[in-house]
């Protein structure tokens, strides 16, 4: 079944760690976002991709980068975690070959929410 | 850019009534409007959706209307339930060769029994 997949779901990490949060997708996409989002409130866009080896930096700050080799994977890193990145991040994709340019339904993956002591 | 505002940020109505949120929106040339809701611990997912050569569409008991003129949509959701209890977004779709749609800062609508 197509879908978008995150890994972990949860993450609980101390200071200084670095991690890498999965997101692989199975919808055929070839646009990709990373979405912050502290509970029930508003989507920031701190990463997205419009292809392979295509990434750019969102509206939102961040210290986090990303890399785009597949077309399916589009994994976000942290370099050195810090308790201000404490969050849900939410990986979302759209788009495909069949798919207007103006018709851009985003479909999300579950996320994950990470805890940086 | 697009800039995106969406009103009321939060909603809470009975059981029955009806909900209207709204969204405004800047770029005239913008021609899809979806409309996402995001239940507690879910992921955003899209519930209705309206492009611009039509003014409103419905699906059950929710509808979408669209005014071009005044670069406005909004979601009305009739006889509410408890199950309706969520964050609702609205987006305007990228414009000027941007693939990156806009969201409100969403909704949140509570539905008391």
């Known amino acids: 079944e197509a879908d978008i997949y995150q890994t972990p779901r949860y993450l609980v990490i101390g200071t200084g760690k670095k991690i890498t949060l999965e997101c692989s997708q199975t919808m055929g996409h070839d646009k990709m976002y990373w979405y912050q989002q502290d509970p029930g409130m508003e989507l920031h866009l701190i990463h997205y991709s419009y292809g392979v080896n295509s990434t750019e930096k969102g509206d939102l700050s961040s210290e986090s980068t990303v890399s785009r080799i597949r077309t399916e994977h589009f994994p976000l890193t942290l370099e050195s975690a810090r308790p201000s990145h404490t969050s849900q991040y939410l990986c979302?994709?759209?788009?495909?070959?069949?798919?207007?340019?103006?018709?851009?339904?985003?479909?999300f993956g579950p996320g994950t929410r990470l805890t940086v002591l | 850019g697009e800039n995106v505002e969406q009103h009321p940020s939060t909603l809470s109505v009975q059981e029955g009534d009806s909900a209207v949120i709204k969204c405004t929106y800047s770029d005239s040339a913008s021609n899809y409007f979806p409309w996402y809701k995001q239940e507690l611990g879910k992921r955003p997912q899209l519930i209705i959706d309206?492009?611009?050569?039509?003014g409103e569409k419905k699906d059950q008991r929710i509808a979408v209307t669209l005014n071009k003129t005044a670069k406005h949509f909004s979601l009305h959701i009739t006889e509410t339930q408890p199950e309706d209890s969520a964050v609702y977004f609205c987006a305007a779709p990228p414009s000027g060769g941007s693939y990156i749609p806009t969201f409100g800062r969403g909704t949140s609508l509570i539905v008391h029994p």
């Open positions: 309206i492009r611009s050569n039509v």
């Open positions: 979302a994709s759209s788009g495909g070959p069949l798919e207007r340019e103006d018709i851009n339904e985003q479909f």
